[in-house]
């Protein structure tokens, strides 16, 4: 899905609880859960796939199950495989029969177009053609940028409401549009992971594709710990979050930058067609991964205060920003480590 690594969490350890704080029944239950773990490759980067079940057989096949849905999402949406739903769609400008996933990313992506004001638009990719041509992933090669000409020639290729979404055909309505689902299909696949968890059995577990989800909780009464990555320190993290069913995702200007200052980055606001000046990264808890994995695109274009106020759209949804001044805004019910 993308070259370039989008690690963003550090997840810490399973902690323990004594006896004494829980109820035999519930502790009795919980001591006998087996915990599975694999690891894979996809999206460009490693993802990690932890389930609790009383049999591990039942655990272990469970995230096969999860691990095929991450490559079904992989198979489809990818721009680096030749033969993906969206490379033909981008090299046609119109997809016959597309793959259920795709219409249905789609479609949650339009809906936090139309309510972010196109803050969040798939059609950017021309925007990241332009700089990508000209430099190597992770430093402009040269120094130099694209001109101001050729961007607003880029940027007149991207708008959301030009890509036409129907169950049977898929269209962009204009030449050199093109689509990129790399700011909401890490999350989708995180909710397809984790839907496949759920119908075996499982309900304990936490998947890692690169933006987080998870259900019920790692060990006795406590939840799953993550720690968000820092996003001038990269061996560091700026906040501990503890989930319990619930989903994160993070937009950073670190994650692909194309000049040193982290000035021109992979995230466009599509209507400068620059990458925008005031956040760091932008870390968002929602109900499902999908709307996280978009939300964090939408609030870092957006900025905190028009960015936390559109969270008030969608039930469940938190927030916190990192400002390039170093300061850390968060909506009153985000998640913190006590």
Known sequence: MNLVSRRKFLLMSAGTVGLAALGSRAWAKLAGLKRVERRAHAFGTKVSITALHEREETAAA????????????????????????????????????????LVEVLRHAQRISEQSGGAFDVTVQPLWELYAA???????????????????????????????????????????????LN????GYAADRALAALRAHGVEHALVDTGEIGTLGRKSGREPWTVGIQHPRRLDAYVQLAKLDGGFLATSGDYETTFTPDY?????????TGRSPETLCSVTVLARTGTEADGLATALFVLGVERGFKLLRRFAGAEAMAVRKDGAVLATRGFPRNA
């Open 183 to 186: 700011g909401i299909a890490q």
């Open 263 to 271: 000035v021109h980055h992979h995230i466009f606001d599509p209507k």
């Open 134 to 180: 000209g430099g190597r992933v992770g430093g402009w090669a040269d120094g130099r940028i694209p001109s101001a000409g050729d961007v607003e020639r880029a940027r007149r290729k991207v708008d959301w409401q030009k890509l036409d979404v129907g169950p049977k055909r898929i269209t962009l309505a204009e030449p050199g549009m093109a689509v990129t």
């Open 62 to 101: 469970a995230i096969e199950a999860a691990l095929h849905e991450l490559e079904l999402v992989e198979q489809v949406m990818s721009l680096y495989r030749p033969q993906s739903h969206i490379r033909e769609l981008n090299r046609t400008g119109r997809l016959d029969e597309p793959h259920p996933c």
